[in-house]
């Protein structure tokens, strides 16, 4: 069935390290992949995006990946700032209209 | 630029009741997606509405009904609420016919059922 997997659930990294969440998707047709990061009672916001066909994409220190064959994708954030703190979600396009999201990774960044 | 503007913010209701939420897309944009956010969860996607039609379902029951209006805006209703059915309701909104276009999301509606 249509599932995107998140992993870790929970992830702390010291200010300045780099932080990495990846997603596995099941729908190969799956073409779109969007990030969002939503911070407590707050709604989530678009951070970055891929397309099916781009393998890599960057925007100044965070940095999507996709590996289309394993249906694998991930975030990289480096030089990681306190205001980097929030939950990160993954999704993928299922089929024309639908995306599917994962359930969340809870990033804290420790001064 | 308005965002996506969603309303109440808050909502207390009973089991049994019904419920309307709404919400305003980006300008600009003409399709309005909604999703159910529990506690601690993505956001599941519930359906997706453009040219005044539904044109996508998630697994949701008959119970969740919508509807979009001439000026893109949206609501959502929901009947005979159960008390699953609490959750941060959010909406967003893109623009264009096909997937794979930006979704950008509105502040939500907490609705909490007693």
């Known amino acids: 069935g249509e599932n995107v997997e998140q992993h870790p659930s929970t992830l702390s990294v010291q200010e300045g390290d780099s932080a990495v969440i990846k997603c596995t998707y099941s729908?190969?047709?799956?073409?779109?992949f969007p990030w969002y990061k939503q911070e407590l009672g707050k709604r989530p916001q678009l951070i970055i995006d891929?397309?099916?066909?781009?393998g890599e994409k960057k925007d100044q220190r965070i940095a999507v990946t996709l590996n289309k064959t394993a249906k694998h994708f991930s975030l990289h954030i480096t030089e990681t700032q306190p205001e980097d703190s929030a939950v990160y979600f993954c999704?993928?396009?299922?089929?024309?209209?639908?995306?599917?999201f994962g359930t969340g990774t809870r990033l804290k960044v420790l001064a | 630029d308005a965002g996506v503007t969603q309303s109440p913010t808050h909502l207390i209701k009973t089991r049994g009741q019904q419920v309307t939420l709404r919400c305003s897309p980006k300008?600009?944009?003409?399709?309005v997606s909604w999703y159910q956010q529990a506690l601690g969860q993505g956001p599941q996607f519930i359906f997706q509405?453009?040219?005044?039609?539904?044109?996508q379902r998630g697994n949701f029951p008959d119970r969740f009904s919508g509807h979009q209006f001439p000026n893109y805006s949206s609501e959502l209703n929901v009947n005979a609420l159960l008390l699953g059915d609490s959750a941060l309701y959010l909406c967003?909104?893109?623009?264009?016919?096909?997937?794979?276009?930006?979704?950008?999301f509105g502040d939500g509606t907490r609705l909490s059922i007693l």
């Open positions: 967003a909104s893109s623009s264009g016919a096909l997937n794979g276009q930006p979704q950008h």
């Open positions: 729908d190969s047709a799956s073409n779109y």
């Open positions: 891929i397309r099916s066909n781009v």
């Open positions: 999704a993928a396009s299922v089929g024309t209209y639908k995306y599917i």
């Open positions: 300008s600009g944009h003409d399709t």
């Open positions: 509405y453009y040219e005044e039609e539904e044109r």
